[in-house]
């Protein structure tokens, strides 16, 4: 009986053994198989669309394109940014990324990247290597573009109703490739030039005051109502997504009213100011959003020297970065500064020609107003031209090098600030221009 009974305990343990082994070789299959998939080559290739965004739609946004409060980490609901797991336990919506910089934490120099850009490896893998040997240290990669779609595969449940994506690039792969090579990734989201959703949910566009939606007279796009919280929802949504996929900002582009004749837009019953709409869908954003994400909004170079909204889209230098974002990023394109346009008292006859000066001075004007504003929260992260502005006039324009980038970034530092970003919308980039590290 002793006998039998060693031999039920060894063939117990036994048992034991060959249970723990097959546990182990479960982790180590799902190991190897998020290593192949980690390989696996998204091959979209770029379109014309793609490259009608910020500098090419003829406005002066696109084609042309603190500290001390970190915003209210309380949402609507009460919530504080984080949400319960299967046990009821409080956990963080925000990723555990800690070999990789917050951007609060750096002095970001960026590119600007397409979603068709960060799709294909070879071009992905040219960047990561890019920001190892030049002071490149972060990436914009578009979450949305203003194609009005989602430019990956989103489980959102409004923008699964429309069929609001495309799979430019796998989310999750591109954003692991910049982290494990400790780089930041801004998340750039075209919040109301939508011509997607307006199109399928018409209610929450603009409307034309003759009937039907107003569309823009340049691209014939139509927009969501900035006054309808309906669209700020959607748009929030997206970005509490993005950063459940690990985006470490969130960068509002086309956060404004259409520029055109206000006489023929229709926006419903309303009497708040634009500029008001706006503050308040970034107060909201904010609230939404987990506070430790920094927020950024673009806003037309302009701004910086036009006093109160006088171009009538809700963009208010004083009032749009003074509670609810981290970084405002003023669109200082040369390019997109009208012929004879007079910037802190200088008269530009050709903008374009004069990089430095329109940068530098745009940014001293904004500076010198920023600073009467008592606790304006608001780092500037200005963009920078690098691209060719073919269609201004001959001898209104110059081919854009790495002469202009750099006069461009100089005068950053000259005005007294420390950051910028690079655009180009076919992220053909003067790389020459960029110092070696």
């Known amino acids: 009986m002793k006998k039998n009974a060693v031999i039920r305990i060894f063939s117990l343990i036994a048992v034991l053994l060959l249970l723990v082994g097959s546990s182990s070789g479960c982790g180590t299959d799902g190991k190897n198989r998020d290593e192949k998939s980690q390989q696996t080559e998204t091959t979209g290739q770029p379109n014309q669309a793609e490259n009608t ?9 696109s084609t042309t394109e603190n500290d001390e409060n970190q915003g209210n980490d309380t949402n609507h609901d009460g919530d504080t940014g984080k949400e319960d797991d299967e046990n009821g336990n409080e956990e963080s919506i925000v990723p555990d990324k800690p070999d990789v910089p917050a951007t609060r934490d750096i002095k970001v120099k960026a590119l600007y990247l397409t979603g068709w850009t960060v799709g294909i490896d070879e071009k992905l893998q040219h960047f990561i290597e890019l920001a190892k040997t030049t002071e ?14 989602v430019s990956y ?62 569309k823009d007279k340049n691209s014939g796009h139509t927009w969501l ?52 709409a706006i503050n308040k869908f970034l107060e909201y954003a904010r609230k939404e959003i987990p506070a430790e ?72 004007k904004g500076k010198r107003r920023i600073e009467a504003v008592e606790g304006y929260k608001a780092k500037v992260r200005p963009y920078l031209q690098d691209f060719t502005a073919t269609w201004l006039d001959a001898g209104y324009y110059q081919e854009y090098g790495p002469e202009q980038v750099r006069q461009q970034i100089q005068a950053v530092y000259d005005a007294g600030f420390e950051e910028w970003i690079l655009w180009d919308p076919k992220n053909t980039y003067s790389e020459s221009a960029l110092k070696k590290e």
């Open 53 to 61: 965004n910020q500098e090419q739609t003829g406005d002066s946004e």
């Open 136 to 149: 490149i240290n972060a990436y914009v990669v578009d979450i949305k573009d203003d194609d009005g779609f």
């Open 225 to 276: 109502n900035p006054y309808n919280e309906d669209t700020w929802k959607y748009i929030v949504d997206m970005a509490k997504e993005a950063v459940k996929l690990g985006f470490d900002e969130i960068q509002f582009d086309y956060v404004r009213f259409p520029d055109g004749k206000r006489s023929t837009m229709d926006f419903g019953n309303t009497e708040m100011e634009k500029y008001e």
């Open 293 to 364: 994400i920094p927020i950024s909004a673009d806003v037309f170079g302009i701004i910086l020297e036009s006093p109160e909204d006088t171009e009538d889209i809700g963009q208010y230098l004083e009032v749009i970065g003074k509670d609810n974002v981290d970084y405002i990023s003023p669109m200082v394109y040369p390019s997109h500064y009208a012929v004879g346009q007079i910037v802190n008292d200088v008269r530009f006859a050709k903008p374009d020609l004069d990089p430095y000066g329109v940068v530098y001075n745009s940014l001293v």
């Open 153 to 214: 595969e989103s489980n959102v449940p409004a923008i699964r109703e429309i069929d609001g994506w495309k799979r430019k690039y796998d989310v999750e792969r591109v954003i692991k490739a910049f982290h494990d090579n400790g780089i930041p990734v801004i998340g750039r989201l075209v919040c109301f030039k939508d011509p997607y959703l307006s199109s399928q949910r018409p209610e929450l566009a603009i409307k034309h005051v003759n009937g039907g939606l107003w």
